[in-house]
């Protein structure tokens, strides 16, 4: 067993540290992150690491142009707050500009049209909001104040490939001592392909060179040295993201056997805002919003986070 | 003159429509657009159309990959500010999500922290702005609540290419009658390269069949159809990113020589905020911001649009 893990992490260390930049404050982010589980385990809390958002993949080592992973960083976002409610502490590891919970609720608003000024005395001006242009900002204000002054959640950002993957290394060492009360919820939207640092054009690729090919390579899967190495007595949930119903279950049991982690989260794209289904090892539940809760605007990621903080629980319980 | 003028456009509006699906809206943006272009013109306003951001080019027609360019849509938006300031109504033909005018002034703020609860006699509760934490609040809201009122600025969202080029030429028709008083201000990052709906797979491409091959169309260049059919009196201004300095005015030159507009701001990525050269059919003009000025915040996005703007005014002139 031990000659498999360790292989496994070697060559995914290998490439990590040969073909993708390490980030100069990786260390940093990696002490910050280890910092924030201990203190928030030892006071009896659940520490859950949320990925959230696309990744960047540059085309140019001087970069005007890269692939992107449609995501809005939506799941991830409003996944936070319920874990939040839940009693976890989060570390929310997002692409930069990517949505922000609590913030996500008024994302389709230019928060200048929900201000206005009003005069005092002396010509000075308080600048008002319109509660009407924010609905419920009062209870989302006190709640994100609240959660903000009990330090329970720590927000991390990347933008590149490269930074994600370093920063989910260091953020699953970081997690290790956490034991079995560490969760990793990793529903960002990581690209499979990458082209490496020594086969990238330094400048901008010309456009009077004619049509354009790019050839990439497939990027090490991290789950497996995650799971076997880093953080092997975690509890680990992957997404799958697919936009053919058909191979959508088939993939997520491949997923479970390579990778040997505890859930997939498996979805489709057009339906993804209603319909998951938790596949476990032997079980799968099909999480489904009602009609009635589309209207009452419940959220699919309140039913996935009450499925999984269960399971969960009963994972430590197990572990001992 | 007529047969290279109409087969230029022939050629880019067949491809437009058989290789880049039509948006649904594009016929009322249209409308939208002319309607603003005509009642601003009447009243004696110049009115300049402003690109702004990257273009998504998706590389699965279910899109969960695409091809992006960097873009943060900062150039557009705060020139946008400075065109309003010159008393230009301005057309925003922007990305999704990238910066917006005054608003862009605070996008490194989570506005929820710059926002606290006042309880009132009854138990309500006042929203209240802590203008610490927004510098320049008053001023910037007053500026954007006076350019809402007189209804100065129109924006237009895109999001991927075929949006992008699609609005761009309803824009360009849109604009057609406002004649000289009309500049085209092209400032998105638009991508050389696509992908035809023909050629493109519908599903996520998997990353079990392994490393990964693009092969990429050049992007119809709409340039030449705007300069020679869509809006031939216009005040056309293109913008060239380069990474390599080496090249930047030559490619500058070899632009202007192709399509014939009026003017070309040329920079390059590590510098843009500081350094642009205006390059027209007979001059160059270096704008830079000294030392001082980077200290006082001076944004070179003042100085491109008083250069621009005044050379502007001397061609209407011309033009009678």
Redesign the interface.
Known sequence: MASTSSSASVTVDGKLSEEFAVPSHVEEMRCLMAEFAEKNAAAGRKVVLITSGGT?VP??S?????????SSGRRGASSAEYFLDSDYAVIFLHRH?SL?P??RL?SGV???DS?K?ETEEEGS?????D?KA?PN??T???K??AVKAAGLLLPIEFNTLSEYLHLLKAAAQALNSTGSKAMFYLAA?V???YIPASEMP????Q?SN?????????VPKMLSPLVKDWAPKAFVISFK????PSILLERARQALATYKHQAVVANV??TRRGYVVVVTKDSQHELVLSEDEVKKEVEIEEKIVSNLSAAHSHFMAQQG
Do not use: W
């Not at 001087?62 to 449609?70: C, G, K, P, S």
């Not at 330094?202 to 690729?205: A, L, Q």
């Not at 049509?211 to 497939?218: A, R, W």
């Open positions: 960047k085309l140019e001087r970069t005007v142009r890269f692939l992107d992973n449609f500009r922000y609590y913030t008024y230019n928060f200048l201000l000024c001006c308080q600048v008002l909001v509660q924010l900002i009062v989302v204000l006190r994100y104040q939207a690209s499979d392909f330094e400048h901008k690729i456009s004619g049509p354009l090919q790019i050839s990439m390579k497939m993201l697919e936009t053919d794209l057009d």
